[in-house]
């Protein structure tokens, strides 16, 4: 409640009233929202033109391979390690930690990188193909147990890489998407199927 009264307070609701901002900063901000401000178009017309949109497509198809596999390594990362010899539900939730410590490491790294070369579409590309390398590769049989949890550590890496990542492909292209505010829907929608 007190976050909620000191926003009421400080912050503003347009810029020309911020007393932080300078009349130059009051400008570029009031010249980059009025930029970005929605079409009048309404109703089925951008709906149409949303679904006409290929690019949605493919973000939403990709969308959709990283969710699946987001999704099927949590909900089978324990029957994987149970699989491995492992049966005490203590060494289990032990073991699928470096996973998932790889996971945040590569969502801490990819996303350093890709801001670093200034690239979006084949980071998400690269690590996307590393997840599935590693992923097919740990159902081999034969693995151990350390080799298995190394393959895994590797897929989640790239997982986690390219999901963080993904978000920013389609601002980093410089090409706006015909109806791109109705668009972001659709690979959420694809992806929860």
């Not at 409640?1 to 810029?15: A, E, N, S, V, Y």
């Not at 324990?78 to 410590?101: H, R």
Request: hydrophobic share 50%; with cysteine.
């Amino acid at each position: 409640m007190l976050i909620g009264l000191l926003c009421h307070r400080f912050l503003c609701d347009k810029p020309a009233l911020a007393s932080w901002l300078s009349d130059e900063e009051k400008r570029m901000i009031e010249a980059a929202v009025a930029a970005h401000e929605p079409s009048n178009q309404h109703g089925w017309q951008k709906v149409r033109e949303v679904m006409t949109e290929r690019r949605v497509y493919a973000l939403g198809l990709i969308y959709f391979a990283l969710t699946s596999g987001s999704y099927a390594f949590a909900f089978w990362l324990p029957t994987i390690i149970k699989g491995l010899g492992v049966s005490d539900p203590l060494q289990i939730g032990w073991y699928s930690l470096p996973p998932y410590a790889m996971g945040a490491v590569g969502m801490c790294i990819v996303s350093w990188h890709s801001d670093i070369r200034a690239e979006r579409r084949l980071h998400v590309a690269l690590m996307c193909l590393l997840a599935a390398i590693a992923l097919a590769a740990s159902t081999l049989p034969g693995h151990s147990l350390g080799a298995s949890l190394v393959l895994l550590s590797i897929a989640n890496f790239g997982l986690m890489g390219a999901g963080v990542v993904f978000w920013s492909v389609a601002p980093a292209d410089g090409r706006r998407p015909r109806g791109a505010h109705g668009g972001a829907a659709l690979p959420h929608a694809a992806a929860a199927v």
